[in-house]
C-alpha cells in the first residue's frame, strides 16, 4: 500500500530515469556533431569554443551516468537501478558502463587533441563517431527503453494498487452504511417495543383502573336494581291499601282530612309509580355503564374474539361522554354516528377499542384546540371559519362500512384545525407529539398503527389538510389474518391530503 507521498516519489523518480537516460543518448548524438563540427573547424576560436562545449557535454553525461548507477538527490535519482539495467550497464553483450567509459575517454582525447592532430583520420574522431552511430547508440536506446518499460510496470503497479484502495474504501463504506442501517433499524425496533410497553401499561392503568371502578360500583348499584322492583311492588301495593281505606272510611275525621291535602295525596299517589319508574330506568342506564366499562376494560385480553365494532365504538364514546359534554367556554361536541350492517370482526376486542380511544381522544383534542385558538380560515365546515362568521358545531363524524370481499371501514373525522403537511409526515412516528409536554406521549397513533397494520393485517390511513379537517380510516379484516410483511407500507401510503371531516 503507498500513501501519496510515496506515490508522488515514485512517479518523479521514475520520470526522471527515463528523462536522464534519454538525455545520455541525446548527449552522445550531440558530442559525436560537436567533435566532428571540431575536427572541420576552420577557425580557431571556433574550435576553443567547440572544446568547452565538448567537455560541458562530457561532464554533464559523466555526471548523469553516474546518477543513474549510484543516485543524485539533485535530480531525483534513486540510483537502484533493476537487475535486467545492471546487466545491461555491466554484463555483455551491452556492457554499457565501460562503453560510455570509454567514449568519454575518446571524447576528452580529441578534446585535447592539437590544432595539428585534428583531421578526419583521427583515430578517436574515427572511435567517437563508430561508437556514436552502431554500439553505444544501440545499447543507450536498449537501456532507455529498459528504463521506459520498467517506468510503465510501476505506473499500473501504482494505479492497480491505488484501484485495489479505492475498492478496498468503497467495500469498507458500504459495509458502514449498512452497519448504520443496521444500527437505525435497531433503534426503531427499540424505540417501538418501549412505546407498545408505555402504551400498553397505560392501557393496563387504564383498563385496571376502569374495572375497579366498575367492580365497586356494580355490587351497591345491583343492590339498588334488584330492590326497586320489590319496591314498586310494595309501593303498588301500599297505593291499593290507601285507596281501599278511603272507599271504606270515607270520613277519617279533619286531622286526616287536612294532611291529605298537603300531602297533595292524590297526585303522590298518581306520581310516585312515575318516580319509581324513572329511577328503575336510571339504575338500568348505571348497570349498562358499568357493563361498557367493565367490557372496555377487557382491553388487556389480547385474545382473539368476535367483536361488535360498534359496540367498541359506542363504549369508547361513553368513556369519553365527559370529554364530549359542553364546558366551560366551549360548547359540547357533537358524535354523529352512521352505522353501517356490520359483520362482527375477528379480532383482539380490547386493541381495537384502543386504536378507537386513541383517535377519538386526538380528534377531541384537535377540536379543544380549534375552538381555543383565534378563527384563521375560510374552510367551509371546519372550526375555523372567516372573521366573524358563527364557529360551526365541533363534530366527530363516525361512519361504519363493509369493505368487499370481507373488510370492514370505520372513517372517524373531525372538523378541527386539520395538520400541516410537516405534522402529517411524522404522524404514525413513536413518541411525535405537538401536545405540551406533560398532555401527549406521542404515542397514540404509532401503537394504533402497529395494532391495525401489524397485528391485524388492516390499514390506517389519515387524510388531513390545515383548515380542512382530519380523517382516520380504520380498516379491518373480518377474519383474522396479522400482516406476516408488516411495514412494507410505506409511510406515504398511509398519509393523504385531507378529505373534508
Ligand atoms: N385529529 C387530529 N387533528 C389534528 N392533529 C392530530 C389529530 N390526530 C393526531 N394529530 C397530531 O398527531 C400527533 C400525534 O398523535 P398521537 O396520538 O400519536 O400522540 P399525542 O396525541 O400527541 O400523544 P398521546 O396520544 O401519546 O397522548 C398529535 O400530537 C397531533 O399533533
Ligand atoms: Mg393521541
Known amino acids: 500500500m503507498y500513501s501519496l507521498s510515496e506515490i508522488s516519489m515514485a512517479r518523479e523518480i521514475s520520470a526522471a530515469v527515463v528523462n536522464?537516460?534519454?538525455?545520455?543518448?541525446?548527449?552522445?548524438?550531440?558530442?559525436a556533431f560537436f567533435c566532428l563540427r571540431l575536427v572541420c573547424s576552420q577557425s580557431a576560436a571556433e574550435r576553443e569554443k567547440l572544446r568547452s562545449e565538448l567537455l560541458d557535454a562530457i561532464v554533464l553525461m559523466e555526471k548523469s551516468h553516474k546518477g543513474l548507477i549510484e543516485g543524485d538527490p539533485s535530480v531525483k535519482l534513486a540510483g537502484n537501478p533493476s537487475k535486467e539495467i545492471e546487466a545491461m550497464y555491466f554484463e555483455p553483450p551491452l556492457n554499457l558502463d565501460r562503453q560510455l567509459r570509454d567514449y568519454i575517454r575518446e571524447v576528452r582525447a580529441l578534446a585535447a587533441a592539437t590544432d595539428a592532430e585534428l583531421t578526419k583520420d583521427n583515430p578517436h574522431l574515427r572511435y567517437i563517431m563508430n561508437a556514436a552511430s552502431t554500439e553505444l547508440l544501440a545499447a543507450l536506446d536498449a537501456v532507455v527503453s529498459q528504463y521506459q518499460k520498467e517506468s510503465e510496470a510501476e505506473q499500473q503497479a501504482i494505479d492497480r494498487n491505488q484501484l485495489a484502495l479505492v475498492e478496498q474504501s468503497c467495500a469498507a463504506t458500504a459495509a458502514a452504511r449498512a452497519r448504520t442501517l443496521e444500527l437505525q433499524q435497531a433503534l426503531r425496533d427499540l424505540q417501538e417495543a418501549q412505546s407498545l410497553l408505555v402504551q400498553s401499561e397505560k392501557m393496563s392503568s387504564l383498563g385496571q383502573l376502569l374495572a375497579g371502578v366498575a367492580h365497586e360500583i356494580n355490587n351497591p348499584v345491583t343492590f339498588i336494581y334488584g330492590n326497586l322492583s320489590h319496591a314498586i311492588n310494595y309501593v303498588s301495593d301500599l297505593s291499593e291499601l290507601l285507596q281501599l281505606y278511603r272507599q271504606r272510611y270515607p270520613d277519617p275525621g279533619s286531622e286526616i282530612e287536612e294532611l291529605i291535602e298537603s300531602l297533595e295525596l292524590d297526585f303522590l299517589i298518581e306520581d310516585l309509580p312515575k318516580v319509581m319508574s324513572s329511577m328503575k330506568m336510571g339504575a338500568d342506564r348505571i348497570r349498562q355503564i358499568v357493563l361498557s366499562l367493565r367490557n372496555f376494560s377487557r382491553m388487556n385480553d389480547a385474545e382473539i374474539s368476535r367483536m361488535?365494532?360498534?359496540?367498541?365504538?359506542?363504549?369508547?364514546?361513553?368513556i369519553l361522554h365527559n370529554r364530549l359534554k359542553p364546558q366551560a367556554g366551549r360548547p359540547g361536541i357533537q358524535a354523529v354516528k352512521e352505522f353501517g350492517n356490520l359483520p362482527l370482526v375477528e379480532c383482539c376486542a380490547g386493541s381495537v377499542n384502543q386504536v378507537f380511544m386513541n383517535i377519538l381522544a386526538n380528534a377531541i383534542d384537535a377540536l379543544e384546540e380549534g375552538m381555543a385558538a383565534p378563527a384563521r380560515s375560510s374552510g367551509k365546515d371546519n372550526l375555523c371559519p372567516m372573521p366573524h362568521a358563527p364557529r360551526p358545531t365541533p363534530t366527530i363524524r363516525i361512519r361504519t362500512e363493509v369493505l368487499r370481499p370481507d373488510g370492514v371501514a370505520v372513517r372517524i373525522a373531525d372538523n378541527g384545525p386539520g395538520?400541516?403537511?410537516?405534522?402529517?409526515?411524522?404522524?404514525?412516528?413513536?413518541?411525535?407529539?405537538?401536545?405540551?409536554?406533560?398532555?401527549?406521549?406521542?404515542?397514540?397513533?404509532s401503537i394504533s398503527y402497529q395494532i391495525v397494520v401489524e397485528k391485524h393485517g388492516g390499514t390506517l390511513k389519515c387524510l388531513s389538510e390545515p383548515g380542512q379537517g382530519t380523517e382516520f380510516w380504520v380498516e379491518l379484516p373480518v377474519r383474522h389474518c396479522p400482516s406476516p410483511a408488516s411495514g412494507t407500507e410505506s409511510q406515504s401510503d398511509r398519509l393523504q391530503p385531507a378529505a373534508r371531516a
Open 20 to 31: 536522464v537516460s534519454g538525455r545520455q543518448r541525446m548527449l552522445s548524438q550531440r558530442t
Open 308 to 318: 361488535d365494532i360498534h359496540e367498541g365504538i359506542e363504549n369508547t364514546l361513553l
Open 419 to 445: 395538520m400541516e403537511p410537516e405534522v402529517l409526515a411524522q404522524l404514525f412516528d413513536p413518541f411525535f407529539t405537538t401536545k405540551p409536554a406533560g398532555k401527549g406521549t406521542g404515542l397514540g397513533l
